[in-house]
């Protein structure tokens, strides 16, 4: 069983401006003062296209995965680069196919399908060992690259973290809600994650989904674990984390819940949260080397 960490807010750590170059970093992460990297684009035979940014650096490197529906734009992932930059350390961050800027159809994804596209990146463009950052969604893709990758993954940052959820949270609807998606083929889901405030998720998807499904055992995982979790997260349970806390086979796992933090997790303590956490592991994964 994994030893979990249950903290409340981890303020001892946000004080902490000891940790070696964050302090530094922090200034430069929110006021944007560094360039961006380019967008680039990676073929695949009879795949559509992938579009990522990347900077080169030291090891451990850093991947970033988003959520579902989201890219790699947004306000976490645009931090972690200038994090990244300020350590010196590489870092990866790209669309799923059908996602922002890479080619495919949105539609047609699955989690199978999107699974392929982080090994395909980790095989292609992840050079030596990595600290893989999930957010929603990006959460088990998170898990399931280290699964299928325990050589190059070294440590796992998930936030919000959706393991199972699309299969879960609708077996656990009423019967008659369930039989009128299945007659329709498709499962709206009320969101604020987004403008159009829903999700739709067609019956394939979850059918498929369960093909990836990983609470009902342990998960073979043994790097270290953090898991940071919003208590006001309306769109995916806090105690999803702590399942996944429970059930990963890592004597090294630590949950971070938020008192105030949503689903986003994108205020700017969440994100000074999140790089203080990755420091905190490049630190570990250093002085282990």
């Known amino acids: 069983m994994a030893a979990a960490v249950l903290r409340h807010c981890w303020r001892g750590l946000l004080q902490n401006s000891g940790n070696r170059a964050v302090g530094t970093a922090r200034s430069n992460i929110f006021e944007g003062v560094r360039g961006k990297s380019t967008v680039q684009y990676i073929s695949r035979p009879d ?3 992938l579009a990522y940014r990347r900077v080169k650096g030291k090891s451990p490197g850093v991947v970033f995965l988003p959520g579902y529906g989201s890219n790699m734009t947004g306000q976490k992932a645009e931090a972690l680069e200038e994090f ?4 010196g350390h590489a870092y990866l961050r790209f669309d799923y196919s059908g996602h922002g800027a ?7 994804g699955t989690i199978g399908t999107w699974k392929k596209d982080v090994l395909f990146m ?3 463009l992840a050079e030596g060992p990595q600290i893989l950052v999930g957010s929603s969604m990006g959460g088990w893709l998170m898990l399931l690259a280290a699964i299928a990758r325990p050589e190059k993954t070294k440590a796992l940052v998930g936030i919000s973290t959706a393991a199972d959820h699309f299969v879960t949270a609708f077996k656990t609807l009423p019967i008659e809600v369930k039989k009128e998606c299945e007659d329709k083929g498709a499962w709206t889901i009320p969101t604020k994650s987004n403008e159009e405030g829903m999700y739709t998720v067609s019956m394939d998807f979850l059918r498929e989904a369960e093909n990836h499904c990983i609470l009902q055992s342990p998960i073979p995982i043994t790097c270290p674990v953090r898991l940071i979790h919003g208590l006001k997260d309306e769109d995916v349970p806090w105690h999803i984390s702590m399942q996944v806390a429970e059930r990963v086979l890592s004597p ?3 949950i971070i819940l938020r008192r105030h933090g949503q689903h986003r997790m994108a205020e700017k303590d969440d994100i000074k949260l999140i790089v203080y956490t990755i420091d905190d592991l490049i630190d570990k994964l250093t002085t282990m080397v």
């Open 102 to 108: 890479s080619e495919g159809v949105f539609s047609e």
């Open 47 to 49: 795949l559509p296209k």
């Open 122 to 124: 980790l095989d292609e």
């Open 252 to 254: 090294d796992v630590d």
């Open 84 to 87: 990244c930059k300020s350590l």
